[in-house]
């Protein structure tokens, strides 16, 4: 069992979220929640949980009582919907063929997905290693990074996530995943302030005027430091925040003179999610390492993947995954038949379009909305930014999610992300008639709070 995912910074003992309990949990569904209280460590985003799941199918998630909610979150694994039958039938399938190879034998679906990753990744990024989860790709990423600089700094930027691992927090910048932590993280992961045109931190209010003062801020860390080892980044950040046009640009060009690696972190934007494979691509730049993860099991089972440069193949003397589940032939089964799926059904090029349309429509339709600050994202990842006022632009976080938990009521399951933006993040296979009803709700539950607040209430 699952569960649908509460909003991002939201506390276990919000308004909002005691009414859903109280009022919307079924009679079913209310014994598996205190179980699952009961039985897990609780912890932010996680549990205690909202609501039960006992199937998932296509874009549709079903309650133990029942009720269907379409999935705008899935945790960014459902780019092809839960349970694609044409996955299902090869998980199957390679289960009776081969179900498990140690780590020391290669095997064909293995060997086959290291192939395919090299061939879509642009470039000469070709040589890859397989782990369980992002946070692991992004670990073993660092350590290609330290082992081919014979340096060990990094720079990232503050609210970025990188993973909840101890290294991929220390170079992640969300406090939710680094502020329990007693004494020092990973040495030497230095940060900066991320690209934000929206509230630029550096008092600028707009890339076409602000000569990039976030990317050039990069270049002064890597040159005051002089030994840093990796710049590690989301090309797109998931919240979801497009970057400046230029910026990577930048970045990528001081790495090159400040002898720093770029490492680009796609789990949750790549495979088609922002309508290019990759997000970077949208930026013209070639990282020298990627991570993938999340999609690539298909929303089925958990495997991620760093795709590094060639000549960056160094660490052949030591270990630098190991894991158990290194080259397991039904996950790798599991992403080949992933990605076969997003290239032979056109799913980038349609998330590229079906984004499109969605954040013209939502523009057009509660654009002017006094709560609503800003419209943003790429492809199939976009997001609707509240506010108190349009003005002076303070996050509306409490009518975030009042706005949330209305949305859930009519059957659409999403995130907020840094408190006030509702984050929308549809499978690419989602039927436009199911995209058009989903963005209904958001614009209604919207509108029904901007009208609250025109009537003085907080």
């Not at 009776?96 to 000469?124: C, H, M, S, Y």
């Not at 980038?348 to 339709?365: F, N």
Request: glycine share 10%; net charge negative.
């Amino acid at each position: 069992m699952a569960s649908i995912t509460h909003t991002e910074g939201e506390s276990n003992t919000s308004e909002a979220r005691q009414s859903w309990l109280a009022t919307s949990v079924g009679a079913a569904s209310a014994p598996l929640l205190k179980r699952d209280a009961d039985a897990f460590l609780h912890q932010s985003l996680s549990s205690p949980c909202v609501s039960t799941i006992t199937k998932a199918e296509g874009i549709w998630i079903e309650d133990v009582d029942g009720r269907r909610y379409m999935d705008f979150h899935g945790n960014s694994v459902h780019h092809i919907g839960y349970g694609h039958p044409r996955l299902v039938a090869a998980i199957k399938a390679q289960l009776d063929d081969l179900p498990f190879a140690p780590r020391r034998f290669t095997n064909e679906p293995a060997v086959a997905l290291a192939e395919k990753l090299g061939q879509i990744a642009p470039g000469d990024l070709n040589k890859v290693l397989f782990t369980t989860g992002g946070s692991d790709a992004n670990e073993v990423a660092l350590k290609i990074a330290r082992a081919a600089t014979g340096r060990f700094k990094t720079l990232s930027f503050w609210d970025a996530f990188h993973g909840a691992g101890f290294g991929a927090a220390s170079v992640g910048g969300e406090a939710t995943f680094r502020s329990h932590i007693a004494g020092p993280l990973l040495p030497g992961a230095e940060h900066v302030a991320p690209f934000a045109c929206y509230r630029c931190p550096y008092g600028h209010t707009g890339s076409d005027v602000c000569g990039l003062a976030c990317a050039n801020m990069v270049d002064f860390v890597l040159e005051r430091e002089g030994d840093i080892a990796a710049v590690i980044a989301e090309p797109m950040r998931a919240v979801p925040y497009v970057p400046p046009p230029g910026f990577w640009k930048q970045v990528r060009a001081a790495c090159n003179r400040h002898g720093a690696l770029l490492i680009m972190d796609e789990i949750p934007t790549g495979l088609g999610k922002t309508g290019a494979m990759f997000a970077f691509q949208h930026d013209e730049i070639q990282p020298d390492i990627v991570t993938l993860g999340k999609a690539l099991g298909g929303g089925i089972l958990p495997i991620a993947a760093c795709i590094a440069r060639s000549n960056l193949d160094v660490c052949g003397d030591f270990a630098i995954g190991h894991y158990t589940h290194e080259k397991n032939p039904v996950t790798a089964r599991a992403a080949l038949t992933t990605i076969e799926i997003i290239e032979e059904e056109g799913l980038v090029e349609r998330s590229a379009r079906l984004g499109s349309q969605a954040m013209d429509r939502l523009k057009t339709k509660i654009g002017a909305l006094p709560i609503v600050g800003d419209i943003r994202g790429r492809g199939l990842m976009f997001g609707v930014e509240i506010v108190e006022d349009q003005e002076e632009k303070v996050p509306g976080n409490l009518r975030a999610e009042r706005i949330y938990y209305a949305c859930l009521e009519a059957g659409l399951s999403f995130k907020i992300s840094q408190g006030c933006v509702l984050t929308l993040s549809p499978p690419l296979t989602i039927e436009e008639a199911d995209l058009d009803r989903a963005l209904t709700i958001v614009e209604t539950a919207i509108r029904a709070e901007a009208a609250r607040r025109a009537n003085g209430a907080g």
